[in-house]
C-alpha cells in the first residue's frame, strides 16, 4: 500500500513538472524577410536535389514503349511457334500467335517481338544454333521479366526468372532499346 501511494506521488509531482517543459520559445529576432528568403532557398535546394536524383526507371520505360511502337508499325509480319506460345502462356491451346517483329540473324538470333493482338505481350529471345538453344523472355510493358522459356536441343523449359535470367534480360533488352529507339541525351539525364 505504501509503495502504491509512493508512485501516485511520483507521478503527481512529474505532472506538476511537467507544464515548465511545455514553454514556448522566446520570439524570433531575425527579421521575417531573410527568414523567408532562407526557406526559400533550402525547398529550391531540396527540390532541386530531390529532381537530379531521380531514377532513370520512367525513361527506360518510355524508351521501351517507344520500341514497342516502333516495331507494331514497321516490324515484320511473323508467328510466335505454338509450342512456345504455350510454354510463355501467352496461348493456353497451344496456337501460334500472330506477332510483329525485328530479328536480326548471325551466329546468334537474336529476336524483339510484339503480340499483334495483346501489346503487353512482348518477347525477346537469344538463339544460339550452333549449341542448340534458345532463349525467350516474356516481359511485361514496364520491361520486368514475367516467364523465362529455355530450349535445349529441341525441348523447351518455362521458369520463374532467376537473377541471372533478370540480368541477361537487361543486357538484351538494353541492346534492342539502342537499336530500336536510340537514347538522345537529354532521355540518359545528361545535359
Known sequence: MMRKRIRAAAMMLSMKAAPSLLRSAPPCSVPKWPRLTAILILGFVAFSSAHAQRPSAPSSQRRLARAVNKTLEQGHDAFLPPHISHLLGISPDEQKVP???????????????????????????????????????????????????????????????????????????????????????LQDGKH
Open 99 to 185: 506477332i510483329k517483329q525485328f530479328a536480326e540473324m548471325g551466329q546468334t538470333i537474336r529476336g524483339f517481338e510484339v503480340s499483334a493482338e495483346k501489346h503487353n505481350d512482348i518477347v525477346i529471345f537469344v538463339e544460339n544454333p550452333s549449341q542448340g538453344e534458345s532463349t525467350f523472355y516474356l516481359i511485361s510493358a514496364r520491361g520486368s521479366a514475367r516467364k523465362v522459356v529455355q530450349v535445349k536441343a529441341g525441348v523447351g523449359y518455362d521458369r520463374v526468372p532467376t537473377a541471372a535470367d533478370r540480368a541477361a534480360l537487361a543486357t538484351e533488352k538494353q541492346y534492342w532499346l539502342d537499336r530500336l529507339v536510340p537514347a538522345t541525351p
